[in-house]
Each structure stands twice: as C-alpha cells, then as structure tokens.
C-alpha cells in the first residue's frame, strides 16, 4: 500500500494497493481514513512520504511516544454453565459483560502492583487449521 500525496498540500491524493490477483490498482477519494493500528498508520505516513518528514509530521512527532499495553496468556478460566457468545457473558438482569480480575488495593499496594488488570479473552486463532480441536 502506498500513499499518494496531493501536489502542493499535505493531503493524501490517492492509495496504491496491490489486489489479491496481484493487480495493482489506484483508488481516489476526497477522504481517506487510515485505520491500521499505531504501528502500521505510522509506518504508512512516513513510507508514504520518501522526500520529506511524513504525512503530517511537520514537528517530526509521528510515531514518538508510542506506548501499548503489555499482555500474555499465562492462565485459563472455564466458564461453568454460563452461555458465553463472542466473549460476552449476560449478567442476572440481562445485561451483557465481559469480566475481569482485579487485586484488591490492598493486596496491589502489598506487591507494588497498581495497575495491573486482567481482562478475560478468547485468543486470536491466526489460521483455521491451528484452531482446537
């Protein structure tokens, strides 16, 4: 995917993308909107802009201070008789909800641990055939 500059603005004319035929093809608009992740949005405004800064990145911030959130799996919860649909639980009065582990402040204060939250999720299976069985 590149990005295409508009000629005297720092507006993004056009993207070049590459199909899954292999077919490279230009699309147009009046808007475009980037919605890859921080790495990837970031990434494609400085690729995208080979002479200068990058799109928009006149005070050459892009990118700095980037900061994500740590996670690892290292545990499992089964959900005993609870109909679970797309990671959503319903609560007694219907409501939908994920949940979530918290230390108590006490205990959080007692491992210098403030912050730490754990929320229940279903991992990504990145292809079908690694999915359980």
Not at 33 to 51: H, K, M, Y
Not at 62 to 79: D, M, P
């Amino acid at each position: 995917m590149q990005l295409n500059k508009r000629a005297g603005e720092d507006r993004i004319e056009s993207v070049e993308i590459v199909d899954r035929a292999g077919q490279r093809k230009t699309i147009r608009a009046e808007w475009f909107v980037l919605a890859t992740g921080g790495i990837e949005t970031t990434r494609l405004l400085l690729a995208s802009d080979p002479q200068g800064r990058g799109f928009g990145n006149h005070n050459d911030k892009l990118g700095r201070y980037y900061a994500c959130h740590f996670e690892n799996l290292f545990g499992k919860l089964v959900s005993q008789g609870a109909i679970v649909t797309y990671g959503f639980e319903k609560t007694d009065d219907d409501v939908y909800c994920r949940r979530k582990l918290l230390f108590t402040p006490r205990r959080s204060v007692n491992i210098a641990c403030l912050t730490a939250c754990f929320a229940c999720t279903i991992p990504v299976t990145p292809m079908p055939r690694m999915a359980a069985p």
